[in-house]
T-cell receptor, first 114, second 115 residues
Framework: GENVEQHPSTLSVQEGDSAVIKCTYSDSASNYFPWYKQELGKRPQLIID?????GEKKDQRIAVTLNKTAKHFSLHITETQPEDSAVYFC?????????????FGTGTKLQVIP | SAVISQKPSRDICQRGTSLTIQCQVD?????MFWYRQQPGQSLTLIAT?????????ESGFVIDKFPISRPNLTFSTLTVSNMSPEDSSIYLC????????????FGPGTRLTVL
């Protein structure tokens, strides 16, 4: 099955700096890559996603890049703010039986220091 | 996105008992998913529930331990049976988006503690 690795497990940055989280996946059939943000005690919330036919996507301060050849994708957060502090999960999904089967990475705890 | 609710939000249970968690969606969805999130860990898919058919379980999860119902397109239940302290986790349901079946949205979760 699919295996998703995520690094780093923890990341501390100064407010205003950039943060980068990297993930790799194993199954070349994966075609959809969502990123979720989970604040303490809350549900995971989708923040951005990218499909396999796209190399980069940006939404305000958040961008995601995908390298299909190398099977890795990354989340970039610019001008970080304290409210960006949370656990971030990358995921890779494969269409199977009419739905997307999602495999999550191990998570990155981001701390933005004011 | 759909509005998803879960009941109960949290519970403390005794070893050997069972707990049924409910997941309600405000719109019809094709697929509903149940995940487990152990303390400080990532999300692991337990099973996928499609209305009108048996749930599909992932490796390591069995129907006797985690029976699932999906009686209609807006509702599902997950039962955690014969609980042990190792079952202490957050259990989350998710649904695929009505706009895009690629995207999953999560319910608020049920925090279960087994003593």
């Amino acid at each position: 099955g699919e295996n998703v690795e995520q690094h780093p497990s923890t990341l501390s940055v100064q407010e205003g700096d950039s943060a980068v989280i990297k993930c790799t996946y194993s199954d070349s059939a994966s075609n959809y890559f969502p990123w979720y943000k989970q604040e303490l005690g809350k549900r995971p919330q989708l923040i951005i996603d990218i499909r396999s036919n796209v190399g980069e996507k940006k939404d305000q301060r958040i961008a995601v890049t995908l390298n299909k050849t190398a099977k890795h994708f990354s989340l970039h957060i610019t001008e970080t703010q304290p409210e960006d502090s949370a656990v971030y999960f990358c995921a890779a999904s494969i269409r199977s039986g009419g739905y997307q089967k999602v495999t999550f990475g191990t998570g990155t705890k981001l701390q933005v220091i004011p | 996105s759909a509005v998803i609710s879960q009941k109960p939000s949290r519970d403390i249970c005794q070893r050997g008992t069972s707990l049924t968690i409910q997941c309600q969606v405000d719109s019809q969805v094709t697929m509903m998913f149940w995940y487990r999130q152990q303390p400080g860990q990532s999300l692991t898919l337990i099973a996928t529930a499609n209305q009108g058919s048996e749930a599909t379980y992932e490796s390591g999860f069995v129907i006797d331990k985690f029976p699932i119902s999906r009686p209609n397109l807006t509702f599902s239940t997950l039962t955690v049976s014969n609980m042990s302290p190792e079952d202490s986790s957050i259990y989350l349901c998710s649904v695929d988006s009505t706009a895009s079946t690629d995207t999953q949205y999560f319910g608020p979760g049920t925090r279960l503690t087994v003593l």
